[in-house]
């Protein structure tokens, strides 16, 4: 796994940050927008990374990242997507040079009912 992480940045021309053979940072954001928006501000003060990958758990979480981006005029640098496509996000990914890219939506009503067959 480590490998093909290493050769799909090298091909993207990002850089990985490997810390005790994990890839860091993990920020506990508590999936709202503005400790979101604080922890990554605050990350991005110290961090000297080229290329940024954000995997938030929901799109507040995202957003506070966006934010924290643009304002460190940092927002071509990164790449942030976010979890349930809310209507503030996909609002956000209409924005002309925006770098949330994409946010995952889910639709358990339309899951196929699987039946055990005899």
């Known amino acids: 796994m480590h490998a093909r992480l290493v050769r799909a940045a090298a091909r993207a021309n990002a850089e990985l940050i490997v810390v005790d053979n994990r890839y860091q940072p993990k ?63 996909r609002a956000e990914l209409r924005e002309p040079r925006t770098p949330f890219v994409a946010s995952v939506a889910y639709f358990p009503e339309r899951a196929v009912e699987v039946r055990k067959t005899r």
């Open 27 to 89: 920020i506990d954001g508590d999936g709202q927008f503005k400790t979101s928006l604080d922890k990554v501000r605050r990350h991005l003060r110290q961090s000297k990374a080229k290329h940024v990958l954000v995997g938030a758990a929901n799109d507040p979480s995202a957003l506070g990242a966006v934010r924290a981006f643009q304002e460190a005029g940092r927002e071509r640098t990164c790449a942030i997507a976010g979890q349930n496509a809310e209507p503030d996000a």
